[in-house]
């Protein structure tokens, strides 16, 4: 009776939250995962920025997932508690490029890990625009200290490189099990 209900919960579908600051990523992040396994298309969908939220739906290795892409916008943030409710991880998406906004990213992580309906969950960072040759070991370095034991991986991606993303991807599903 016991594998049977661990099989039907391995099948749930599983609730990702998407959240970063604006212009970090989240929706480029979300489309990628979207063209997984990768399909050969004559031109990239185009996906406008997040004003609210974002929700789709999709399979990743033959399981379902729900993403959700919420706005990073200041305004909007306060209410990204509401959708914390029945999550089974979280992606963060920075701007790695934007190291003038690095306080206000780790603030709001710090925020995120502290939360209690989040701090099962596992955490994947992704230090998003890489190609544009930030600081990467200042990053890992801040985003480090923000997680110390918690469940986290941290991954460089790029809107040119869908592998990156979907690595990452793949140890967060994991870690849902």
Known sequence: MG???SRLYYYREKKVII????NSGKSTILSQLLKYPKKKTM???YMPPTLGFNMQKTTFKNRKYSL???SGNSNIRKYWKCYFTGCNG???VIDAADIGRIDENIGILNELVSDEELKQLPFLVFLHK????????????KIGEVFQKRKHKICR???KEESTVYAGFAWLAYEMK
Request: aromatic letters at 20%; proline letters at 6%.
């Open 90 to 92: 979280v992606i963060f």
């Open 157 to 159: 991606s790029t809107y």
């Open 130 to 141: 890489f190609d544009k040759k930030p600081n990467l070991e200042l990053w890992w370095e």
């Open 43 to 45: 031109r990239e969908p």
């Open 3 to 5: 594998a049977l209900l």
């Open 19 to 22: 959240l970063g600051l604006d």
């Open 68 to 70: 959700w892409d919420l």
